[in-house]
Every structure is written in structure tokens, then in C-alpha cells.
């Protein structure tokens, strides 16, 4: 500790300023000093004057001091004639000075931790009054252990609030901002697109070597892996750009002026270019990027739109090695905005039914787009309208054309039990106006809650689990069903069906294409229903196109199916006649 110039030692530099000044009234000796043991070291904490030439910081070998001796003796020491004390005397000789009178007493913090000295030195010889002052420098020492221990105690817990302050905001792996401090720092950045000053970029940069290197080495190399990689971003990124590692390999640059982006990404290709060594393996780098720029989309559309700039296959631009995706001259999404704005998106519905007794249980909604006479596959606009910051107003539109159709065939079969699903992106559980919107057209169309299904793709729901769980949480509260779409389709579905109110899974036609030829893809989808079973979730299965296949389904038990085997999706006008069949 730095207990000389440190200035969180007010208080203890206060403290010996008093108590000196205190005993030189007192004690008129010719110098008091408090000092300090550092090692084998005595240092000058806190002097009254120079008369031995002391200074404070002056530090001095133990072994040359006169306070050895009442260290080693814990116990105050008045020696009124110091050279009559032979030890004394040999000191005082090895310091080259003579002394008269020497009082000394050990200070130590409330431990009973000994730390160092209030001394004093007078060249006069004292008389034998000076030994009652023994009570006095005994308080004043202990004061000053008691000051040292309060403000030491004071200031460990400085470092402590600031230690959590700094992990809070902190990456522990690689010491960049922590991703809350990004994302909020990029929420904040998102919501001013309309501020002076240069429009900033969003850059999710994949390093493209943690998933071999973690494999090879075991994930504390993969961790320094990604500090190298931090390292190397920090070292050429200017400034005023900020930094962060959102999630694995992944990390999100927020470069201040989009202008800049070139030589931003000559300047990070090239500090990634060279591998990286763990221990004597070079492990080359294959990092990827891609870019949206702050345009007045929110947070989740930046990195909705800069990870599929990474990810997808280049729609835009490229800035050097970097792909940006600049939805602004996308083309497609300002005719996508219109026709959304215009009503002239609709919906298909196409029938779900249960095998056991050949009942229409409900339809799902599917968009359809038809532009200049041309019908644009789904694959191709839903993908857009995420891109354009549309989800929202394509969802909504969907949520109104199935809502409207399901009440037209309710007042028509005179019950409300017919079902209809809604294909929601699992970032509109993110979004907190989601769940009054969807509450609203159960209201205005009159529907049974439980007519709506959500339908809900299981990627991304990873990304920030809690919200995710939020979200979902408040549209079960609606009472609505909630579908997990696709499943099988990725990894994580077992995650998500742990965490979230799914009482519905919907098994993709992947696991469902060859389960009449071949007896893996059978077994596979056995091991998926078994599983979805465990956890008390109804099961759908998608894309039957064959009788075979509802065979193979009925065997495994699965009552619920979908498919063009059973019916295509088609406009509301074209869905054959529901009577008896609902
Ligand atoms: P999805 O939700 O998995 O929808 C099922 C897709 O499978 C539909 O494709 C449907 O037409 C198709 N399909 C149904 N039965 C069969 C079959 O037996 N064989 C084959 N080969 N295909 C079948 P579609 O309509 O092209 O939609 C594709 C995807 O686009 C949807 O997959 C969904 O992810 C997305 N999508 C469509 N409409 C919407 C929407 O309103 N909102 C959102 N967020 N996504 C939508
Ligand atoms: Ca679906
Ligand atoms: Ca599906």
C-alpha cells in the first residue's frame, strides 16, 4: 500500500499530522516522526521537522534503526539518556549522529497487526520526567493504529465496489466492454440516428477459429484465443469506436463514423491476418463481418440486420472485406414496405389435422406476396422485411388476416373451437409491445384466446434467454398457445423447450421427409417425439406429402399433421367447405 502519497490516506496522513504536532507541545523533542515497516525497511511516514536530516520517505534498514529493539519488544521506550543505552549507543554511532533522548512506541492496527512507530530524538539528555509521558504516547499511537485500520478497512472496500463495477462492465475473458454495456451503449446510439454528427456503424465480426480451437485444445485456450483476437481489434480500432464480445467468437464493433468503415476494415483485416499462437500451434484466423448502419432502426434490427449481413448470402455491398447490409437500397424492401402498407400482403391458410378421426383442427397462416404479377417466395421476403426493420408490421398484418378469417369461419361452424396459427420471428418476444397488439385483435375479432397459435422458430430465441422468457411468459398469460417451430432443425431446441411456455411443438419436415424409406430418419424422429413427449408437449408434424408417411406417423403415435398430402395452403376463398369437417 502507498501509504505516503496515496491519496485515499487522508484521513491517516491527518492523524499524523495531528498527533505530532500533539507531542512536539507536549514534548518539545527536536524531531517526531511516524513511521512505517515496510519489509525489513523503516519509512518515514510523517515527520515534524528535519533535524536529523530525516525526510519523509526516508527509508532506512531495520537493523540500523533505534526502533529494532522496541519492535522486538513490543513495548514503548523511553530512554532519557539514549547513549547511556549501549544499544542505543551503537546505533546512534552506525547512523553516524548522537542522540540525548529517544522515545518510541510500537503502533499496530486494530488486529493487534504491528506496523510501524511514533518516534521521537532529541540531541538533549532529558530528565527522568520524560517517562510519564509513556500513557500519552501510548494513546496517541493507539489512535493513530485505530485511524490506519478504519481508513484501510474503508479503502478495501473501495477496491472491492470498484472491482464489481469493473466485472460488471467487463468481459472477464477478454476485458472489452461487457456486452450489456454494449448493447446498451448501442441502444442509446440507435435511438439518436437523427444527432449531429457522423452516422455510425454496427460491425459483428466472427473470429472463424474458436469452434477448432476449443475442440483441439480445450476452452481455456479457446479463451486465449479471444483475448489475442480482443487485443488485436483494440490495438487498431480508433478511439472513439467501442468494442465488445457479444457471445462466443462473435464480437460487435460500434464504429463511430460509417465513413471511416474502409479503412477500418483494412486496418482489422490486416491486424487479423496473422495467426495466432497458443503455445507453439499458429492457429490461422478466418474472421467474417457484417455491417448495418445506424439508420434509425432499433437495437435487435441493427443486429438482426449486420448478422445476416455476416451470415447470409451477400444481398449488398461490400466495404472492403466487410459486407454491409444497407436496407435502404435492398432491392425489394421500399415495393415490401408498400404492399405491406397497402394490405396487398395476405395470407394462405393450410389445413392441420387430427388423424384419429379426421377432424380439421386448424389452419396455419402463411404470407403470400405477389409483386408485379410475380409471387415472391416467403424464403425470399420474410428474410427482407427482417432485414427492413418489417417483422413487426408483417406480423401484425398476419395476426389481423388470420384473426378476421378464424372469426368468419367461427360464426359460420356456430363454435369456437377451429385453431389458427401465426408464424411469429422469435425477436418479436423481445418486443414489449408485442403482447397488447396480439391481446388487441383477440378483442376486436372476438376469438377464444386459445384459437391462436403462435408459431414460433426456435433460432435466435438463444440470444437473450430472459426477455425471450419474458415475452413469452406474457402471451401465455393471454392465454394463447404458443408453438415451437422447426424443431430438430437445430441444437438448441431442448434449451428452449426447458426454458420456455411451449405447449406445442412442430416437427420440421426434414424429420419428416424420409420416415417411409428409411428406417434412420424413423428412428431419429422417434428419439424427437419421445423427447417432446418427456416434456408434456403436443406434437405437429410438417410436410407430409405422402400416405406412406402418415403410416409411419400413426405407428409413432403422432396424431397431428400438416402437409400437402393433406392440403396445400390456400386463399381463404379457395379452403373447401368446413362443415363436417370441423
Ligand atoms: P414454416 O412456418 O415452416 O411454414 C411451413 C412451410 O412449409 C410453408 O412454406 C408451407 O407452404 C410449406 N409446406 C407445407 N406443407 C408442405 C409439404 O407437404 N411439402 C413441402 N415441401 N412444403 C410444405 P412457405 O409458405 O413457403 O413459408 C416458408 C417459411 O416462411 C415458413 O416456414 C415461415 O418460416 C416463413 N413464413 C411464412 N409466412 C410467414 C409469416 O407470416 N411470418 C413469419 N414470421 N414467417 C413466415
Ligand atoms: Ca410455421
Ligand atoms: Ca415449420
Known amino acids: ?22 507531542l512536539k507541545a507536549e514534548i518539545p523533542f527536536a524531531c517526531w516522526s511516524v513511521t512505517l515497516f515496510d519489509d525489513d525497511h523503516q519509512v518515514h511516514l510523517w515527520l515534524d521537522d528535519d533535524f536529523y536530516g530525516l525526510r519523509r520517505g526516508h527509508a532506512q534498514p531495520l537493523s540500523e534503526t533505534f526502533c529494532q529493539y522496541m519492535v522486538a519488544g513490543l513495548a514503548p521506550q523511553l530512554a532519557p539518556d539514549a547513549m547511556s543505552v549501549p544499544r542505543y549507543a551503537a546505533a546512534a554511532e552506525a547512523a ?13 492496527d486494530d488486529d493487534g497487526e504491528l506496523f510501524g512507530t511514533l518516534c521521537g530524538f532529541d540531541p538533549e539528555v532529558r530528565g527522568e520526567d520524560l517517562l510519564r509521558h509513556g500513557p500519552l504516547l501510548r494513546l496517541m499511537a ?11 478497512r474503508q479503502n478495501e472496500a473501495v477496491v472491492a465496489v470498484d472491482e464489481l463495477r469493473w466485472s460488471a462492465m467487463h468481459d472477464p475473458v477478454t476485458g472489452l466492454a461487457s456486452r450489456s454495456v454494449f448493447l446498451d451503449a448501442l441502444a442509446d446510439r440507435a435511438a439518436r440516428a437523427d444527432a449531429v454528427g457522423p452516422q455510425p456503424a454496427l460491425v459483428l465480426l466472427s473470429a472463424g477459429a474458436l469452434r477448432r480451437v476449443n475442440a483441439a485444445h480445450g476452452e481455456a485456450v479457446g479463451d486465449r484465443l479471444l483475448s489475442v483476437v480482443a487485443q488485436r481489434l483494440s490495438e487498431v480500432l480508433h478511439p472513439f469506436d467501442t468494442v465488445s464480445r457479444l457471445a462466443g467468437e462473435e464480437f460487435a464493433i460500434l464504429v463511430h463514423d460509417a465513413a471511416a468503415l474502409a479503412a477500418t476494415a483494412a486496418c482489422v483485416d490486416d491486424a487479423l491476418r496473422a495467426p495466432v499462437d497458443l503455445g507453439g500451434t499458429a492457429v490461422p484466423l478466418a474472421p467474417v463481418a457484417g455491417v448495418a448502419l445506424l439508420d434509425g432502426a432499433d437495437r435487435d434490427e441493427l443486429l438482426a440486420r449486420a448478422r445476416r449481413a455476416r451470415d447470409g448470402p451477400a444481398r449488398t455491398g461490400r466495404v472492403g472485406g466487410w459486407i454491409v447490409l444497407d436496407p435502404a437500397s435492398s432491392p425489394g424492401v421500399a415495393e415490401l414496405r408498400a404492399a405491406l402498407r397497402s394490405g396487398s400482403v395476405d395470407a394462405a391458410f393450410q389445413p392441420i389435422v387430427r388423424m384419429s378421426d379426421g377432424r380439421l383442427v386448424a389452419h396455419e397462416a402463411l404470407a403470400r406476396w405477389t409483386h408485379d404479377g410475380v409471387a415472391v417466395a416467403p424464403d425470399v421476403f420474410v428474410p427482407l422485411a427482417a432485414g427492413a426493420g418489417l417483422m413487426a408490421e408483417l406480423t401484425d398484418r398476419m395476426l389481423d388476416q388470420a384473426a378476421a378469417q378464424v372469426a368468419a369461419w367461427s360464426r359460420e361452424l356456430g363454435h369456437r373451437r377451429l385453431k389458427v396459427g401465426v408464424n411469429v420471428a422469435p425477436g418479436l418476444l423481445l418486443d414489449p409491445g408485442f403482447p397488447d397488439r396480439v391481446a388487441e385483435r383477440i378483442r376486436r375479432y372476438g376469438l377464444a384466446p386459445r384459437q391462436l397459435v403462435l408459431e414460433i422458430t426456435e433460432d435466435a430465441l438463444l440470444d437473450d434467454l430472459p426477455r425471450a422468457r419474458a415475452g413469452a411468459d406474457r402471451l401465455c398469460a393471454l392465454d394463447v398457445i404458443l408453438c415451437l417451430d422447426d424443431v430438430g432443425s437445430g441444437y438448441s431446441s431442448l434449451l428452449h423447450l426447458r426454458h420456455l411456455p411451449f405447449e406445442v411443438v412442430k416437427v420440421d419436415r426434414a424429420f419428416v421427409d424420409d420416415i417411409d424409406s428409411d428406417p434412420d430418419a424413423r428412428r431419429f424422429l422417434a428419439a424427437v417425439l419421445t423427447c417432446g413427449r418427456d416434456l408434456g408437449l403436443r406434437v405437429v408434424a410438417e410436410g407430409v406429402e405422402r400416405a406412406g408417411q402418415l403410416d409411419v406417423l400413426r405407428s409413432l403415435g403422432v396424431d397431428l399433421v400438416q402437409g400437402h398430402h393433406i392440403g396445400r395452403p390456400v386463399r381463404p376463398d379457395e379452403v373447401p367447405r ?3 369437417r370441423a
Open 1 to 22: 500500500m502507498d501509504v505516503v502519497a496515496g491519496p485515499r490516506w487522508e484521513a491517516f496522513e491527518e492523524a499524523c499530522r495531528q498527533v505530532v504536532a500533539h
Open 96 to 108: 553516524g549522529m548522537s542522540i540525548g533522548a529517544y522515545a518510541g512506541v510500537p503502533i499496530r
Open 142 to 152: 493507539g489512535l493513530l493504529g485505530r485511524t490506519e485500520h478504519v481508513e484501510r
Open 578 to 580: 368446413l362443415f363436417g
